[in-house]
């Protein structure tokens, strides 16, 4: 069985951060294993509080996976201060793991902030250099590009500024614009435009976790970056498409849709 690692935080209502990530690798055939990064009571409708853990308790967590288990790859979500982002930075240095795929996590669906202002930098000196895929949805690649992104042009013109940076695959997600859901891939290949339907549906938190997780899983799988995105982008959109409602406000995405009927039925 391949092992996946989430260093992310946790989301109490299920449907985004660590608790997403785990069954997006568990729907993707691996075993998943979490490193929490900071406590959120967040809901389908708001964030209530930001509770950081503290770094000395994040570096003995990584430290507890990886004395003890083999790695097949690590996804980063929420960071959410620059001295955390820096310690994540040292340890997957000390340990090495093959593939990482960060996704900047900074806002929720809800719009609050789940990240201090200034750590783009940190970013982008600590951990841009070892990401295999960045995964910034329009505002992130806004804030880590320095470009308005007014539509779809845009977003191939970000990606390829966030690749001049230094890192190495770049996932320029669409998800916040109007028409299909596009998305641009940018590797040292070239460009690749992944456009899939728009779902008409409130059901998008926890989207971009749970797709970043999935790429992860099928990137530890062997897959080569475009398959593994390919296969993750149309597993997101049959997710948003099969959800149910939980709660008042964007409710989560279904992870098992292939696994059971809205009734919890196996199928
Ligand atoms: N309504 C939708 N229908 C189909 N695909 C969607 C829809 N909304 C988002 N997506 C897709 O979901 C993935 C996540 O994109 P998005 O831009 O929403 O990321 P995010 O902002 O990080 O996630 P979130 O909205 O959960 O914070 C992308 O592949 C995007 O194209
Ligand atoms: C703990 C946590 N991490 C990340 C997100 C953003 O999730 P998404 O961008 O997928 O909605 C979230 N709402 N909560």
Avoid: W
């Avoid at 097949?72 to 930075?89: N, Q, R, W, Y």
Wanted: charged fraction near 20%.
């Amino acid at each position: 069985m391949l092992k996946c690692l989430s260093v992310a935080g946790s989301d109490c209502s299920g449907g985004a951060g660590i608790q997403a990530d785990l069954k997006a690798f568990s729907a993707n055939e691996t075993f998943g294993m979490s490193v929490i990064t900071s406590v959120v009571a967040e809901n389908t409708t708001r964030v209530l509080s930001v509770f950081n853990v503290p770094v000395e308790e994040i570096q003995k967590q990584i430290d507890a996976v990886f004395e003890d288990i083999h790695v097949d790859a690590v996804k980063l979500g929420m960071l959410p201060t620059a001295e955390i982002i820096s310690a994540v930075a040292d340890k997957l240095n000390e340990y090495k793991p093959s593939i990482i795929v960060c996704d900047p996590v900074m806002v929720a669906t809800s719009g609050d902030a789940l990240s201090e202002g200034g750590t783009v930098s940190t970013m982008r000196e600590k951990l841009f250099p070892i990401v295999t895929l960045l995964t910034p949805n329009i505002p992130e690649a806004e804030a880590i590009s320095g470009l308005e992104i007014k539509n779809e042009n845009y977003m191939e013109k970000a990606a390829r500024i966030i690749m001049d940076m230094g890192v190495k695959n770049v996932l320029v997600k669409g998800g916040h614009l109007t028409g299909d859901a596009v998305d641009y891939l940018c590797t040292p290949e070239g460009v690749h435009k992944l456009a899939c339907k728009r779902v008409d549906s409130p059901n998008t938190h926890g989207t971009g976790c749970t797709l970043s997780s999935a790429i992860t899983a099928n990137l530890a799988h062997g897959m080569d970056m475009l398959s593994a995105v390919t296969k993750a982008k149309n597993y997101i959109t049959e997710a948003i498409e099969k959800s149910f409602t939980v709660g008042k406000g964007h409710s989560p995405v279904n992870h098992f849709y292939d696994y059971y009927d809205l009734k919890g039925t196996v199928l």
